[in-house]
């Protein structure tokens, strides 16, 4: 049975701590891949600094297109409307047969997960990773024997990096012209700059 690991995420823009966590979280759990799964344009756009789903997705393209092991879906792209991690899970899985997944998340996402939609499907169709970017170990482990006891939940708890690399920084510097190299991967760079993204913020 194939086992993939799905790291969502708005990736506005992707930068080098996604792929930094994405690889370890591969290795560490021993994933056939990671597969990343940017959002959909949200429904009401206005007063949003998110930029177009498609040139999100592009970027994410472009950032894991050296590695064999990342790939990258449009499920979430394509759908109209709020997306719901129950609807995503069912369509991979109809999509992906003898298959594992294994939905990566931080712990804010992990303790925020009781008012998602239909969370005891959700935990029924996948496992759960918890990355850790040096947080207090004791928190963490409460909140997931939480999750387990409620739910039967199959959680698991990797280390990462914890690498202070921000969208939101990486968007400020881009408006102000100063230089982001080093936290994209160059191709990343490139199309933010050829596309003028972010520019307006």
């Known amino acids: 049975m194939k086992k993939i690991g799905i790291m969502g995420g708005t990736f506005n823009p992707i930068h080098i701590g996604h792929l ?3 690889q370890e979280v591969l290795e560490k759990m021993n994933f056939d891949k990671i597969l990343f799964m940017p959002v959909g344009d949200p429904p009401h756009k206005t007063g949003s600094d998110v930029i177009s789903a498609e040139h999100r997705f592009e970027m994410v393209k ?6 064999e092991k ?19 899970l069912l369509e991979l899985g109809n999509l992906n047969t003898n298959t594992s997944f294994y939905f990566i998340v931080g712990y804010d996402t992990l303790r925020d997960m009781d008012s998602w939609k ?10 759960f990773v918890v990355v850790n970017r040096g947080n207090d170990y004791t928190d963490m482990k409460k909140e997931i024997d ?6 039967s939940a199959n ?4 280390d990462i990096p914890d690498i ?14 100063k230089s982001i190299r080093y936290m994209v991967p160059d191709k990343v760079l490139e199309y933010i700059l050829n596309k003028g993204l972010y520019r307006g913020e």
Not at 62 to 67: G, Q, V
Not at 70 to 88: A, N, P
Not at 146 to 151: Q, R
């Open 62 to 67: 472009l950032a894991i297109e050296n590695n």
């Open 146 to 151: 939480k999750k387990v006891k409620k739910y």
């Open 164 to 177: 202070e690399i921000s969208s939101t920084e990486i968007r400020k510097k881009v408006s102000e012209n």
């Open 20 to 22: 930094i966590a994405a």
């Open 155 to 158: 959680i698991y708890l990797v």
């Open 70 to 88: 990342f790939e990258v879906s449009d499920i979430e792209v394509k759908r109209r409307g709020k997306t719901y991690t129950y609807d995503t």
């Open 118 to 127: 239909r969370i005891d499907d959700v935990f029924k169709l996948s496992s």
